[in-house]
């Protein structure tokens, strides 16, 4: 679209439900990255979130809601699939620890003349439960495994599902939150649709008492309702090892 039609959502006010903006909130020495973004609160579908839509093109909103809906019935299913594998409950993630405002994340980065200079998004780990990724037809993603970083090749059709970090915490470190980053490149634009699945604000989240036993050990991490999480992680400037670090239990 023109720019002049994007720019009445230009904005780094992270409580509208709609805007666009570039780079990331996340300083790491004053860093900027190769993205442009819309960030969107898209489930529930409420007249308060879809009042912020655009609607051009016309299309627009009604597209978002259904698909929005759809993947988060995806989640939900992918959820009591991780819940009956860890012998838990099917339901053990359903209510709020899945039932924050669902956010989407659409990434665009464009071809980049000296991909030397920078990436197109900071390595971290997603502070939520679960995202689900359409990640399109061009390359960019990495995944960190093993101390060095993996090319995550496009599959036609298929997502790419990360585990974040309230999931290693609930499963106190059995199923580890996923380090990735974007990297560029000189050929061609890359886009993707990030949904994050993440607990209400005031949810509390630790272990679950049936993951603290012989094979996990004691403990790992401490108590803590979402809504500190998301300060620290901020604070932390989405740095995995800085914002675990603060509510690992240090024996």
């Keep these: 679209m023109p720019a002049e039609e994007k720019l009445p959502y230009l904005s780094d006010d992270q409580s509208k439900h709609f805007r666009v903006s570039s780079s990331t909130p996340y300083d790491r020495n004053g860093d900027r990255y190769w993205l442009d973004y819309l960030k969107i609160n898209c489930h529930p579908v409420t007249d308060e ?48 620890l899945s039932g924050g405002s669902t956010q989407m994340n659409v990434n665009y980065y464009p071809s980049c003349p000296d991909p030397s200079l920078t990436l197109g998004l900071l390595p971290h780990c997603d502070r939520h439960l679960l995202t689900v990724l359409s990640q399109g037809d061009v390359a960019g993603l990495q995944a ?15 997502f790419v599902v990360n585990l974040g970090h309230q999931m290693e915490i609930i499963t106190n470190g059995l199923l580890a939150s996923v380090e990735h980053r974007a990297v560029t490149n000189t050929d061609a634009a890359r886009l993707s649709v990030v949904t994050l699945i993440m607990p209400k604000m005031e949810c509390r989240i630790g272990p679950a008492p049936e993951m603290v036993n012989e094979a996990t050990g004691p403990a790992k991490f401490r108590e803590f309702e979402f809504s500190e999480f998301m300060k620290a992680y901020s604070a ?16």
């Design 144 to 158: 960190r495994h093993g101390g060095r970083w993996l090319l995550v090749r496009p599959v036609p059709g298929a």
């Design 49 to 96: 979130h879809v009042r912020e839509w655009p609607n051009k093109p016309e299309s627009f909103r009604s597209s978002l809601a259904e698909y929005s809906a759809t993947v988060h019935e995806l989640a939900q299913t992918l959820l009591r699939l991780i819940a009956e594998g860890l012998g838990l409950d099917d339901g053990f993630f359903a209510g709020d």
């Design 236 to 251: 932390a400037a989405a740095s995995r090892e800085d914002v675990l670090y603060y509510f690992r239990i240090h024996q």
